[in-house]
């Protein structure tokens, strides 16, 4: 199994560009979601989804997008790139039935510098 | 609003050492705690999840506890070594399961 799986790994964007961030999971995990690491920050939530067809915003949602017409895929949508968005954008899954919620399963990262 | 902290923000210990590391929040209604590892550049690798009516958990050398009341979990690590030299990161799950609020995380050195 691949787990999570995020490309790019590496991304730089200029000042008023757009792009998306791809998200894929092979597990069959219900929940997904979008952070952002900041240096010395905790993670901090841009979006979640709990099934296909179902999105809601995090703390940070602000010129983000996301779309989840799969259970496998949740891309993350930038658009007009800030310099606020330079971070290391992870995309993490986990298994919730309600009653439980799994553990997290995070992707490598990809690192974003808008200049 | 959940606020998770983790002290120290930075470890460095010899070589075998046992050591705690320590992981706060703010509010009790917590749904389970999960606690992580990343290495430089990579991403977060799960270690262990704690559901929010147990009190503790266990993966070979290393237990977590949860004392909800006291808005606490703890990560003892036993017999130290330098491949577990990383960053560890504590989030706590809401009480719905669709949030985690990960804290700044502790940075471990395990000096040879």
């Known amino acids: 199994n691949a787990g999570v799986t995020q490309t790019p790994k590496f991304r730089i964007l200029k000042i008023g560009q757009s792009m998306t961030l791809q998200c894929a999971q092979d597990m069959n995990h219900n929940y997904m979601y979008w952070y952002r690491q900041d240096p010395g920050m905790g993670l901090k939530l841009i979006y979640y989804s709990v099934g296909a067809g179902i999105t809601d915003k995090g703390e940070v949602p602000n010129g983000y997008n996301v779309s989840r017409s799969t259970t496998e895929d949740f891309p993350l949508r930038l658009e007009l790139a800030a310099p606020s968005q330079t971070s290391v954008y992870f995309c993490?899954?986990?298994?919730?039935?309600?009653?439980?919620?799994?553990?997290?399963?995070f992707g490598e990262g990809s690192r974003l510098t808008v200049l | 609003k959940q606020e998770v902290t983790q002290i120290p923000a930075a470890l460095s210990v010899p070589e075998g050492e046992n050591l705690v590391l320590n992981c706060s929040f703010t509010d009790s209604a917590i749904y389970n705690l999960q606690w992580f590892r990343q290495d430089p550049g990579k991403g977060l690798t799960s270690l262990l999840l704690i559901q929010s009516s147990q009190r503790e958990q266990t993966s070979g050398r290393l237990n977590a506890s949860l004392d909800k009341s006291s808005g606490r979990s703890t990560l003892y690590i036993a017999a130290s070594q330098p491949g577990d030299s990383a960053t560890y990161l504590c989030a706590v799950g809401d009480f719905y399961g669709q949030n985690f609020v990960f804290g700044p995380g502790t940075r471990l050195s395990v000096l040879p």
């Open positions: 993490a899954s986990s298994y919730s039935t309600g009653w439980n919620t799994g553990e997290l399963f």
